[in-house]
Structure formats: C-alpha cells, structure tokens
C-alpha cells in the first residue's frame, strides 16, 4: 500500500519541478554554489517562484500586491537545505522564462519549513552593492 | 482669520523642510501609504500633522482668547535593502572562498533600517529643539514647545524590502481667537438633469 505522504511528495516533481519549474541556484553561506538537482545531478535545480505576492496593507486592511519573490523547492533536490537565520544567495531567473538573466537576492528572511510535506519555501529580499 | 495650529503646522513643515539638506524629504500631511523604494535610503520622509488639540475651560475666557493645547505628531518611516558584495556573488569566475567573504560581508536591511531610523531621529530632534526654533518658525511666541515622546515601530516587510517607521510626539500651546467670520459662499453648481426618455424633459421627480 502506498503512504500517502510518500505520494504527495513524489507529486511535487510535477507541480514544483514540472512545466512551471523555473531554475534556481543557491549559494550557501560557506559559498558552494547548487545549480543542480540532488535526485538528478544532470538536471537544473528547478522550483515554483511567485515573484508577486498578494498581502493585506497593514495600514488600510486592503489587498494589494507586493514585488516579494518567493521560491518553492523539493526538500530532496537540495543537497542543502537552508535553514532560518542562515544568508544565502539565490539567483532567480529576472522575469519568468526559463532562459532569462538570473538576478541575485538575499535569503534573509524566515524559510518556512515544510519538512513533513517535502517542500521548503524560500522569502527572498533585494540587496544593494556595497561601495568598495 | 486661521487659527493659529494651522499656521504652526505650517511653520513646522516650513522649518523641517529648510533643514533637509538631502537627509530627508518633508510632507505636510500624513500619508498612507509610501511604498518602501520611496522612502529608499535618503529618501526618508518626516510626515507632520496636527493630531490632537485639547481647550481647556481654565486657561480661557468665554469670548475667547482660547488656550489652545496643541499635538502634533511627526512620522518618521525609512526603508533599506541589505547591502553587501553582490558582484562577487554574481560573478561566473568567483571561487568558493570568495563567495564565502561575500555573503559574510553582508549588512542584514534590519540593522541598516534601525541606524537610519536612529539617524532620522537625531537630525529632526535638533532641528525642532534647537533654541532658535522656539517658535517652530511660525514668528509668533509659542508656549512650551516641547518633544514629549518618541516611538519606534515594527519592522515591515514591504515586498523586498524592510520599512521602518515611528513617530516625535511634539506638543505646544498658542492663544486661538474668535474674530466673527463672515462665510464667503462656495460655488453653486446648477444641475439639470433630463432623462430621455421623457417628452416633457421635466427632469427627475423624486417621490
């Protein structure tokens, strides 16, 4: 018999890996760079990225939308996985094609967990360049 | 005649505004909304407005001059990204131990929105207390002009980047008078209206 667990996670390389899989490369903190896949190495790290988020204005309680990129990967693609109060570097694609430029943002935020479901949610902030 | 909390608001933002020198940008009323990239870095904005305004029966006289008590709040609201050495993350030909320095050299938006914040205070607090502006600019004495409190708030996640917003509380008292005004009338504006489908074109009857 099935687990039903063992299901869902195996469906996430359908609905996050899938045709609306966008590539994602991370860069931990002691700077080792993934751009593949952990169950493929042949293939892209691929995840969900929302790059719009709809959230109530805090000061109206009215809905509006926010430029807030947030990305979605299978925990089992992740060689390693971050975890909250860790800075890593992720380097999404600019605009939702699979081919456009990667620009970098910082996991500074919260990740929120997911791990009994297999996925981990990654809220991304932009960063400037330091003057050297 | 205008009351005189209007024209000390209005000496307040003047005053806020002649001391800016590119730390801040002033708005004479109070917003509510200001996305984060406006308030980005030195775009930083000092919001004033009258907030609370108390008569008290002792301090005046029946046909006036009232004693006015008067509050203003000014909202401070600043916003920063994080700031590191995002090329060298970016960087193709970068090696393993240069990334590491990279994201290490990273300053979290946080810190870089409570310093700022801090900043902000620090450069609206001298201009308001600074002895020559006891008046608040307005030209005319002020009584106990006074920065009775000062307030930070949570930090807000606005889309990618981190808001930081709190406010001065600023209290005055000034002398208001009752001069008999005599109301100038607005505009009247005459309305027809004709509905179409009505051969007498009588307009509408309300019933």
Request: charged content about 25%; glycine content about 8%.
């Amino acid at each position: 018999m099935t687990n039903l667990r063992e299901l869902a996670e195996s469906d996430l390389l359908d609905t996050l890996e899938g045709d609306w899989g966008l590539p994602v490369e991370l860069v931990s903190p002691d700077g080792v760079e993934y751009k593949t896949s952990a169950n493929d190495p042949t293939k892209d790290l691929v995840g969900q990225i929302l790059y719009d988020t709809i959230v109530q204005n805090p000061d109206t309680g009215s809905e509006m939308v926010l430029h807030k990129p947030v990305v979605t990967l299978r925990r089992t693609s992740l060689a390693r996985i971050p975890v909250s109060g860790e800075l890593w570097w992720v380097r999404i694609p600019l605009t939702p094609s699979y081919t456009a430029q990667k620009v970098g943002f910082l996991l500074e935020q919260a990740t929120e967990d997911g791990g009994s479901i297999g996925f981990i949610r990654l809220y991304l902030q932009a960063a400037e360049q330091s003057v050297p | 005649m205008t009351m005189n909390f209007r024209l000390i608001k209005s000496a307040l933002v003047d005053l806020l505004v002649a001391n800016e020198a590119g730390r801040y940008r002033t708005i004479g009323h109070q917003r509510q909304n200001a996305a984060g990239s406006e308030v980005l870095n030195n775009g930083r904005t000092v919001q004033v407005f009258y907030q609370n305004g108390d008569i008290p029966k002792s301090g005046s006289s029946t046909n006036g001059p009232f004693k006015h008590d008067i509050t203003f709040q000014v909202i401070l609201t600043v916003s920063k990204k994080s700031i590191g050495d995002r090329a060298t993350l970016d960087n193709p030909a970068s090696t393993e131990v240069q990334r590491q320095a990279a994201i290490a050299s990273f300053q979290e938006s946080e810190a870089l929105a409570d310093d700022s914040f801090d900043e902000l205070v620090d450069h609206v607090f001298q201009v308001i207390l600074d002895a020559r502006n006891r008046d608040l600019g307005a030209g005319f004495l002020i009584g106990s002009r006074w920065l009775s409190n000062i307030r930070k708030d949570d930090y807000l996640y606005r889309g990618e980047m981190v808001v930081l917003s709190g406010a001065l509380t600023i209290t005055c008292s000034t002398d208001e008078q009752v001069t008999g005004e005599t109301p100038t009338p607005g505009n009247i504006i005459d309305v027809a209206v004709e509905v179409d489908d009505d051969p007498a074109k009588a307009g509408v009857r309300l019933e």
